[in-house]
Structures are given as C-alpha cells and as structure tokens.
C-alpha cells in the first residue's frame, strides 16, 4: 500500500491516541513518527515533510490548535495527495471525537476503538491514487495510453522484424527453388545421356546378333546364286562342236570322191583326234543364230 501508516497525536506532547499502520510494514515508522512528535518542533496549524529515506518513506505532518494528524507514505507518494488524505482525517476527528477526548486522557492508543475504523478506510481510499487525485488520474491514463502507445510501437517493430525475416526466408527459398531447378535440369541431362547410351548398346548388340547370324546365311545364298549363274552361263558340252564341219565340194555329181578326201563325219560324231579345240580368245556363238 502507498500509505504505511496514519496517526491521530496530541500537539502538546506528541502522544499517539490513534493509529493504523498496513500490516506488510514494519514498526520503524511508528518509532520514527514518534521521535518527530516528541520533538517539539511542531507549532499549531502547520504543514510539515520529512523526507526520511527510501525504506520507511515520507512523513507529512497536519498540525491544529490540539492534534497533529500523521501520514507516512511511499517516497514518490504526491504530497498533495498526503495532505488531502490529512484533511479529511481532520474533518472525520472533528466530526467523531469531542475536543476533551484528546486533552483529557494520557493513554496511548485511548481513541483507537474510536478513529481506528475510519483511519483504515481513507488509508485504503487514498492509496489507490487514482480514485482520489485528478492529475493522477490523468497521468495514469498519460502512462496506460504511453504503455499502449510502447505496445503497439513494439509490435510494429515486432512484425517489421518479422516481415524481414519473412523475406529472407522467401529469398533463400528462391534461391533453394533456382538451385534445385538447376539441379534437376542437369540430372535430367544425365538420365537422358544414360537412357541414350543404353539404347544404342541395346541397338550395337541386337545388330551384332543379327550380323552373326543373317551374314554368313547371305554370304552362303550369294555363293549359290553366283555358281548357278555360271552354270546357265556355260552349260557343259559347251566347247564340243554342235554341228559337222562342212562337207568338201565334190567336182560332179554322182563321181567318186577323191582319194585323198577324208568321208564326212556323222551329225554328233565326235571331233577327230587331230582337230584341235578353238583358241581361248575366241568368243563362242551366240546361241541364237543357228549354223549354215
């Protein structure tokens, strides 16, 4: 809580007839609180603050012509704040304790069951800064729209980062797809070299096998051709002579034949001994002009 604790004291010793103190704070401000009552350094209606330290805080001080009301808040507490808190805890003392009540007893603590009450609750009232002080009211909402202001400046800043790394991831996935387009243009390449290779090794192959086995069949049927035209080119029999050689002419008809004159030889005799075959040179007779 911004308030630690709030005292109602007599101004003529510093005696304490009322307090409340939140109960997360320790008993260092009331001894402090009472050292300061006890001086005598207050004079009536006054308005006094003491910077204490950071630990126990601010001591204001609300003096009258009796009572000195005590408030010991935060460091940074308005001290404007404090003294309206101090205020309204005059107002409630005048309007719930009668002036003997305060110079008549000499015990601490006599008006406790009395001021106790209303203590608490203007201490939780005014420790909530907001609900009490317009300029803080202001500047808290200064400091929620700063703080919205900061989020949202955050946030851009949050998704300009983000949209740069949304960039760098989409170049380096450019840069994945162009190197991979690359890739597989030049595996498609080599799969398409591989693929030909593999067509003409199925093709040399087939082409052996074929060659092994048609070229010698070829070969064979040519050598068969050729001895069968050879042969209807020269029948055998071809040099023996097809017809007799002419018959002598006799000098008369019905005489003798000479002496010295060989008879004729039958048609399809053979050839006499002493006739000699052609020479090589000579070309044989067509077989379409017949003999004379």
């Known amino acids: ?38 001086s005598g350094n207050i004079q009536p209606n006054s308005q006094i603050t003491v910077v204490i330290n950071d630990d126990i805080g601010t001591l204001h001080l609300l003096a009258g012509t009796i009572d000195v009301l005590s408030a010991v808040t935060n460091a940074t507490y308005p001290r404007r704040s404090a003294f309206q808190l ?7 003392v005048v309007n719930n304790v009668a002036p003997g009540e305060i110079t008549g007893t000499s015990e601490r603590g006599a008006l406790s069951r009395t001021c106790k009450p209303w203590l608490k609750q203007l201490s939780e009232k005014y420790s909530v800064l907001a609900s009490v002080d317009k300029i803080t009211a202001v500047g808290a909402k200064v400091d929620e729209v700063r703080l919205v202001m900061e989020g949202n400046i955050n946030r851009v800043l949050d998704n300009a980062e983000n949209l740069s790394n949304v960039e760098d991831k989409a170049e380096n996935l450019r840069q994945n797809a162009q190197q991979f387009q690359r890739k597989s243009e030049s595996l498609r390449k080599v799969l398409w070299w591989r693929n030909l290779k593999m067509k003409l090794i ?63 030889l039958a048609v399809n005799s053979p050839p006499p001994s002493n006739i000699s075959p052609p020479p090589s040179d000579v070309l044989p007779l067509p077989s379409d002009i017949s003999p004379p």
């Open 86 to 92: 101090l205020k309204d805890a005059r107002d409630a």
């Open 1 to 38: 809580m911004s308030i630690k604790l709030l005292t109602v004291s007599r101004l003529e010793d510093g005696l304490v007839l009322a307090s409340y103190r939140a109960k997360d704070k320790g008993a260092e401000c009331e001894e402090t609180v009472d050292r300061v009552l006890r």
């Open 202 to 264: 199925v093709l040399l192959l087939v082409l052996s096998i074929v060659g092994y086995f048609v070229v010698p069949m070829l070969v064979k049927m040519h050598q068969g051709d050729s001895d069968d035209d050879r042969d209807q080119e020269f029948p055998p029999g071809y040099w023996q002579p097809r017809w007799p050689p002419a018959s002598p002419a006799y000098p008369a008809v019905n005489s003798p034949p000479p002496s010295d004159v060989s008879p004729p």
